[in-house]
């Protein structure tokens, strides 16, 4: 996971989206060379962009809600929009608005949120985007880049709070707003072999923590002992020593006891719910405590290494533990080696090691004046149908078969000595 700064190191500012056509011409030449360099997408497999016109023209608002499992995820839906002739919308983290991107993402429809903040223009921009019903708005729901293409993590319920407001607002007109899950996966191509680049890619790994590259061995076993390995040193590091268990428990433990920690000297307990939904609210609340000009240095200090655990908990909570395993293939192999290139070696931005294929499916639309219709609090209905969301977009990913097998065996080599 790419770590972005947070409200007390980068201030929070919105930027309004004024869509540029000049910009938006111009745009396209810069997006057909990044998708092939650095994304390495040759290839766009795309099905169900026909649900969305319609909707449109019937001046309903729409909501794309797709997975958020690559850094060129949003290339792609800029691709789906020029494909589709009409400009989108996009809700983004506010820690990309940095030098020239605060004059041209907004020009090109993207606006910032704070995720963790109180400032609620971004909520009644997006709001008042699917009002119009003129341009589709597109929300990662995830949140987060987890490099997992073929697993969702928990959805958060901002998406769906923001197409629930517009579509109580649309009802004496007669309209509807309409969430469409997108599912998103990519696939190396048949002629491409990322193999060779991947295991020197381990190779550095285990470099990099003084291990003897273990250049002829299986990856899957190469990546299963890196990961136990960099979760003994944090284990050792939060609970004094390495814990028993399967990768995927030792992961559950050492989240839940990072967590549970901060919470009680927060809240006084711990809390039930989705990690990504914990860590915000404990975000939130070091950050509003930061930002108090009388708070103590010592308590600013401790507020200060919460956060730096909060990333932690979430960092750790994004690795499944079964993963790779579940499925062997080059893709999910090639994900948790960007993840690691990431996470252990700094990288900003792992890139991907061979030629691929971006694999787009649209969904049907959810009526969401539909599902507020039914009784009960309009709380009760947003996550009812986050819920919802959140199986057709799994079941939309399902629907997409898996990559190519990885050999689990690697022919001996002579062992790069670490330098």
């Not at 930027?15 to 111009?26: D, G, I, K, N, Q």
């Not at 795309?46 to 649900?51: I, W």
């Not at 020009?107 to 008042?128: H, Q, W």
């Not at 399902?398 to 001996?412: F, H, N, S, V």
Request: net charge positive.
């Amino acid at each position: 996971m790419k770590q972005l700064p947070l409200a007390h190191e980068l201030p929070y500012r919105f930027y309004e989206p004024r869509l540029s056509r000049a910009l938006m011409w111009a745009g396209r030449f810069h997006l057909e060379a990044t998708l092939r360099d650095p994304y390495r997408i040759e290839q766009l497999d795309v099905a169900g962009l026909e649900h969305v016109a319609p909707l449109l023209a019937r001046g309903d608002g729409v909501l794309l809600a797709p997975n958020h499992s690559d850094h060129a995820d949003c290339y792609v839906m800029f691709e789906l929009s020029r494909r589709l002739g009409i400009p989108f919308y996009y809700m983004a983290a506010f820690q990309i608005f940095t030098g020239k991107n605060r004059w041209i993402l907004p020009r090109i429809g993207v606006f910032p949120v704070d995720r963790e903040g109180t400032d609620l223009r971004a909520f009644k921009t997006g709001v008042s985007i699917l009002g119009t019903g003129r341009n589709p708005l597109v929300i990662f729901p995830e949140g987060e880049i987890y490099h997992l293409g073929e697993r969702l993590t928990p959805l958060r319920e901002g998406a769906v709070a923001v197409a629930a407001a517009a579509a109580k607002k649309r009802v004496e007109a007669g309209k509807t707003v309409w969430v469409v899950p997108v599912a998103l996966k990519y696939r190396f191509l048949d002629n491409a072999d990322p193999l060779p680049s991947l295991l020197s890619l381990l190779d550095r790994l285990e470099s990099r923590f003084t291990w003897w590259p273990d250049s002829g061995g299986c990856p899957i076993r190469r990546i299963y002992r890196f990961a136990e390995g960099m979760l003994g040193l944090k284990e050792f590091e939060y609970l004094g020593t390495s814990q028993q268990g399967t990768l995927k428990e030792r992961i559950a433990g050492l989240t839940g006891t990072i967590l549970g920690r901060i919470e009680q000297r927060h809240v006084g307990k711990v809390r039930e719910d989705t990690v990504p939904v914990r860590v915000k609210e404990l975000r939130r609340s070091c950050l509003e405590r930061l930002a108090n000009p009388a708070t103590p240095p010592d308590e600013a200090r401790q507020l200060r290494r919460d956060l730096h655990d909060l990333f932690m908990a979430m960092q750790s909570f994004s690795y499944p533990g079964d993963y790779v395993r579940e499925s062997p293939t080059l893709e999910r192999v090639a994900e948790t080696l960007m993840k690691f290139d990431e996470d252990f070696l700094g990288v900003a931005e792992s890139h991907p090691h061979a030629a691929r294929r971006a694999v787009v499916r649209l969904g049907e639309p959810i009526d969401v004046r539909e599902r507020l219709a039914a009784p009960g609090k309009s709380r009760v209905a947003v996550a009812a149908l986050t819920t919802e969301l959140e199986t057709k977009m799994q079941s939309l990913l399902d629907t997409i078969p898996p990559g190519r097998l990885i050999e689990t065996q690697q022919p001996a080599s002579t062992p790069v000595p670490v330098s």
